[in-house]
Nanobody, 115 residues
Framework: QVQLVESGGGLVQAGGSLRLSCAAS????????MSWYRQAPGKERELVAV????????NYADSVKGRFTISRDNAKNTVYLEMNSLKPEDTAVYYC????????WGQGTQVTVSS
């Protein structure tokens, strides 16, 4: 059974940091591109960051470049999102997504940034 379980969300003040984790099981993690998306209230879900299966290449939305870092540990079947210099506009539910012939989503974790 495929599972993606996000954790690490919470409430933080503007300027603070959080580290999200997404633990994967039920598929060959190392063969999948992994990504983080977010969805704020009343807005469409948007891509935040993506990392290739080997971890050699990453890409970010312009709104988070220089502040967020995506990484992965294929030995632990886990992808991370390090978020620094958080802003109120980063408030959203954050989802991880596995991408290959089939795509899988996690259930999401809430990040709230107070001003």
């Amino acid at each position: 059974q495929v599972q993606l379980v996000e954790s690490g969300g919470g409430l933080v003040q503007a300027g603070g940091s959080l580290r999200l984790s997404c633990a994967a099981s039920g598929f060959t993690f190392s063969r999948y591109v992994m990504s983080w998306y977010r969805q704020a209230p009343g807005k469409e879900r948007e891509l935040v960051a993506v990392i290739t299966s080997s971890g050699a290449s990453t890409n970010y939305a312009d709104s988070v470049k220089g502040r967020f870092t995506i990484s992965r540990d294929n030995a632990k079947n886990t992808v991370y999102l390090e978020m620094n210099s958080l802003k109120p506009e980063d408030t959203a539910v954050y989802y991880c997504k596995a991408i290959n012939y089939a795509d899988y989503w996690g259930q999401g974790t809430q990040v709230t940034v107070s001003s």
